[in-house]
């Protein structure tokens, strides 16, 4: 039997301490970047992570000369955090802020969709880009009115060098932003994840109402369902269903995935089993049947809507099913997606409309004159419509997609 020499109490109770701290802290733990709103809520634990922040239902907030309507803007491609050492790109940052607070206050909608393409994740040396993510989702917060979001393809891109910071100038000065320290030690190339993104804007805002996948969707992680319900007060039910889903890129190919598209003939079919609900999605790299419609609508475009047909579609890698299971829904109104700046219009497909919203944020490729596309949801009797509201506060590009 070993004999161990007599030890003090002591020692042993610090060691105690150590252990219980360092268990605790693998379970909740508080960056310091992590910024002044994490307490709005409380810290979602890994194990919390799909707990709802809310019901997932929309409730309309009233509408003009009686007519009960829900309004949602969508807000595409804004791209903060692009070059963000230089004046440049901040100054990029203020436009975008401008533009969304000038169609927030004309159009006062119920709701806003952020549409992918957020910030510009390849261009972010910081430890956690989320200090840009807060930045755009701040106009839509600071006037209380609720969000959700889905990720593009740049929203965790690997970081990319630029080549000329190896010229005989030298690296410039990065500048790393951090909610509770300042200069360089928060500096990282390895970029923020899906996971992260969404875990800090979930856990620092009441208003969100953007939603983890089920885990066997990942990499794949905005894929979630909201319920916009009647305006009556003492009934529940529902006027539209709104799908989001993420079409990768960055980290991953740009799909949609098998999984997924099985995840939303699941959900879809338990949610609106007789298809008398209408439902419209979300996502943000055009499927390959909008270079379909494109095609259809090149010679005349009569039957299209929009101003912009400045460049090609610029598709999902593969098509893995889920546009199969859109067309065979006859509640399937339409489909919004941003990712190509130059594209605006909403063209039939099928028995549904595919549609673009419009370059928002002045960062990303184009110099086009930036707004967001809106939609308007009325109750009785149904009728879905959407116009562009530019920054200049002027609207066009009007259009019915569903009575």
Known sequence: MAIFPNRSSAPNRWYTITVLFLILRNIV????????????????????????????????????KGVA??????????????????D??????????????????????????YLGDVITANNLPIHNASFYWDQAISPTRDRNIPWASVFGNHDDAPFEWPIDWFSSSGIPQILCPSAHASGGDRCSFKGTTRLELMRNERRRNSLSYTGFGPRNLWPSVSNYVLTVVSPKSDSKSPVMLMYFLDSGGGSYPEVISTIQ??????????MNPDSSIPEIVFWHIPSQ????????????RAQCVGSMFEERVAAQEAEMGMMKLLKERSSVKAIFVGHNHGLDWCCPYEKMWLCYARHTGYGGYGSWARGARILEIIDEPFSLKSWIRMENGTLHSEVVLST
């Open 69 to 86: 309507s829900f309004k949602v803007a969508l807000f595409a491609d804004l791209h903060f955090g692009e070059n963000a050492w230089s």
């Open 29 to 64: 733990m508080v960056r310091p970047e992590d910024g002044p709103h994490e307490n709005t809520l409380g810290l979602i634990a890994d194990d919390d992570i799909f707990a709802p922040l809310n019901d997932g239902c929309l409730r309309f907030a009233g509408g003009s």
């Open 261 to 270: 598209s099985e995840w939303f003939r699941n959900k879809s079919q338990k």
């Open 88 to 113: 440049w790109g901040p100054q990029q940052d203020l436009n975008s802020v401008k533009v969304m607070s000038t169609i927030l206050d004309i159009e006062s909608p119920d709701f806003v969709v």
């Open 289 to 300: 049947a909008y270079k379909n419609a494109a095609k259809k609508a090149a010679p005349r």
